[in-house]
């Protein structure tokens, strides 16, 4: 290494006549002329490292360099403090940093800085990556800054002369490249200062005020920089009592000068800087964009739907757990059952010790079973004349269920499911709704349905599913009055407007949401009365879960598509501008961002950012937690159901994502699918319809 000044190149080094020169080994041309001393120090080495650069007359001068930047955090901490001194530096910025930090490279030349080429990634280059790394952050630099420089530094160079062997080469081809590379004379190793572990002990050391010209090398990225910001603090007054003035570069070097320039960009700078925020920047936003939607749509949501469903609480009061006016209407209980043999006598057993002075008859309507569920019937009928039987080849439930509505004596008719159990006051809290109904405008009350068989994780996460849902969100829709779904396991219906509507249809697989919204297209009112409780036998395995959710979600959404015209319609009050609304989104934005959201996960965890993702889970913990607290108080559940929270997600989330792809695929082909029905095991006993706990 020989001469001095701010940039260094590759030579050869060959006598003429009495004089040693220094010859550029890509052009052939002499580059300089070497002293005694560069003579002495080359000995018989064949090339050498040429340092230059500065202008004639140029004295006591330090030029501050700054490597690895832009940083979001340190490099503006180190220009504020240039600012207070007046002082400009020169700034080698990664290709990268810069990508992500357009801003703050745009600040470096607004205030009067200069700033060079530090490759794209801060690699120990090779000859291959040299073209690479440079050239894309010299494009990188002039899409981003509007200038374009041909100023250049080697990560790892300069330091170490037992590496000048594997250094020559990346540095004699940036040089074939066009660059000027630049080294430092003096390295202050600040970046050793933010490291507790390799921290040296006492302060950074100013260079020796013998001096006459120094390049001095620092950091503003790559770790704590508070050292760094100490130390310019000391060293420029330090610096400006000896005599020394600063400068940039570019200032002092017409190498340097004449190679930076303003620039526009052309197409292919605009293109790779494109490239290179897709890659590293969109990402980032992107998470950023979905971590916040995520958040404030959850937290929204889940906020606001449990202060309806508390403002619901406080307005009902006591009055639908009281007993039923002398005004109550005769009821109905309908059963639609094929193949229930395991279940059908706890139902019908229950139904029979309701307290409910007027239900007048229990119509079972028996759809084709191959099983012993119509012997079952006539056995309990002969001992309950209100049980009525009736049969007919197996056409699907809304069959059967139209069939008993037209049969049914009464104008209130009460549904069930075969393997539900009712509760002795269920009917009579169901059917009060009638009483208050004056103008018979009510179509339909949704009752609470409950989970019978707590046997597993399973089942236990189904049961607060189910208390969420009851008790958070239809409460919150019920003050809406923008109910979507009335569960036909426990609902209580008028006939006469039921049979106005059509009846129950047979063209989607969620006939109770689709008649819950076809007599609100009509517009008669649903409402729910969460004390008319219910008990109901789920699925125990996760492949019987996930085919019965499956028929729900595939439902729901023929139900949501079958009434596409109530969406956004003000007619329909909260249901068409919220309720549904929100339904179909529930359908479609996860279906177009998950696949982002698991893209973005893994980004994340691959660029460190696991804190994030953290942050996120909690936030939805937390927000599970109040909705789920919520439910149990409001529906008056045990508190043991609060102990699946923590698992809560990790069933319903997967499970949520195939079923919505799984959905949404079928509706793609065109697939008419079938109703899948979940083996019944007979675990919810009648004892629940006296008051035993499940």
């Not at 979600?553 to 079958?562: D, E, F, H, S």
């Amino acid at each position: 290494m020989v001469g001095t000044g701010p940039l260094v190149r590759l030579v050869r080094v060959e006598r003429q006549g009495q004089a040693t020169v220094a010859v550029d080994p890509l052009g052939g041309s002499t580059v300089g002329t070497l002293s005694q001393a560069d003579q002495d120090a080359v000995g018989a080495s064949p090339y050498a490292f040429y340092r230059y650069g500065l202008d004639q007359g140029v004295h006591k001068t330090i030029l501050l360099t700054f490597d690895d930047g832009p940083d979001p955090n340190w490099t503006p901490q180190v220009l504020d403090v240039l600012s207070q001194y007046k002082v400009p530096a020169t700034f080698f910025v990664i290709g990268s940093a810069v990508v992500k930090h357009p801003d703050i490279t745009n600040r470096l030349i607004r205030e009067g800085h200069a700033v060079g080429n530090h490759t794209m990634s801060h690699a120990d280059l090779t000859v291959p990556l040299v073209k690479q790394e440079v050239v894309t952050t010299d494009r990188i630099l002039t899409a981003t800054t509007g200038v374009r420089t041909d100023l250049f530094r080697l990560p790892y160079f300069g330091d170490d002369p037992s590496k000048y062997n594997t250094e020559g080469l990346p540095v004699l081809e940036a040089q074939r490249l066009g660059y000027v590379v630049s080294i430092h004379d003096f390295d202050t190793n600040d970046w050793k200062y933010g490291e507790p572990s390799i921290r040296p002990a006492g302060p950074i050391p100013l260079p020796p005020s013998t001096v006459d010209n120094m390049t001095m090398l620092l950091h503003d990225s790559g770790g704590d920089r508070t050292a760094t910001l100490e130390y310019l603090r000391r060293l420029i007054p330090w610096a400006q009592q000896n005599g020394f003035t600063f400068h940039t570069i570019p200032q002092v070097s017409a190498e340097v000068r004449s190679r930076t320039t303003p620039k526009a960009p052309n197409l292919w700078d605009r293109e790779t800087l494109w490239s290179y925020q897709v890659r590293w920047v969109v990402p980032g936003d992107l998470l950023r964009l979905l971590f916040w939607f995520a958040v404030v749509s959850v937290v929204l949501s889940g906020v606001l739907n449990v202060l309806l469903a508390v403002v619901r609480a406080r307005r009902e009061g006591p009055r639908s757990r009281s007993k039923p006016s002398e005004r109550a209407p005769p009821v109905t209980a309908v059963v639609a059952a094929f193949n229930e043999s395991a279940v059908i006598a706890s139902c019908l057993t229950a139904l029979g010790r309701s307290r409910y002075r007027k239900l007048v008859e229990i119509i079972v309507v028996d759809d084709g079973s191959t099983d012993d569920t119509a012997a079952i019937v006539k056995a309990l009928a002969s001992r309950d004349h209100r049980i009525r039987l009736l049969r007919q080849p197996n056409r699907g439930k809304p069959s059967a269920l139209n069939r008993a509505f037209a049969a049914a004596k009464t104008d209130v008719v009460v549904t069930l499911d075969a393997d539900t159990v009712f509760k002795r006051h269920t009917i009579d809290r169901l059917v009060q709704c009638f009483a208050h109904d004056p103008q018979r405008r009510l179509g339909a009350v949704a009752g609470n349905v409950k989970v019978g068989n707590l046997g597993n994780p399973l089942t236990r996460w189904q049961a607060l599913d189910y208390i969420m849902q009851v008790g958070v969100d239809r409460s919150a829709q019920q003050l809406l009055r923008a109910i979507v779904v009335v569960p036909g396991a426990c609902a209580a219906w008028r006939r006469s407007l039921v049979l106005g509507v059509g009846g129950f249809s047979s063209e989607t697989l969620a006939e109770d949401c689709d008649l819950a919204l076809q007599l609100q297209r009509h517009g008669y009112r649903v409402t729910q009365c969460v004390w008319a409780e219910s008990f109901t036998e789920v699925p125990e395995s996760l492949r019987q879960l996930s085919r019965q959710r499956f028929r729900w979600m595939y439902g729901n959404l023929q139900a949501i598509w079958k009434h596409r015209s109530m969406i956004l319609n003000p007619r329909h009050g909260c249901l068409g501008l919220i309720s549904l609304p929100l339904a179909a989104l529930s359908i479609v934005l996860p279906v177009v961002f998950l696949p982002f959201v698991y893209l973005m996960t893994i980004v994340a965890v691959s660029q460190q950012r696991g804190s994030v993702l953290l942050i996120f889970g909690a936030i939805l913990l937390l927000v599970q937690l109040m909705q789920a607290l919520a439910g149990v108080v409001l529906t008056r559940e045990r508190p043991f159901h609060l102990l699946i929270v923590p698992i809560y997600r990790l069933i319903s989330e997967p499970l949520r994502a195939y079923l919505l792809y799984k959905s949404t695929l079928a509706v793609l082909r065109g697939t008419r699918s079938r109703w899948h029905k979940v083996t019944r095991r007979g675990n919810v006993g009648a004892r629940v319809a006296v008051g035993a706990r499940p």
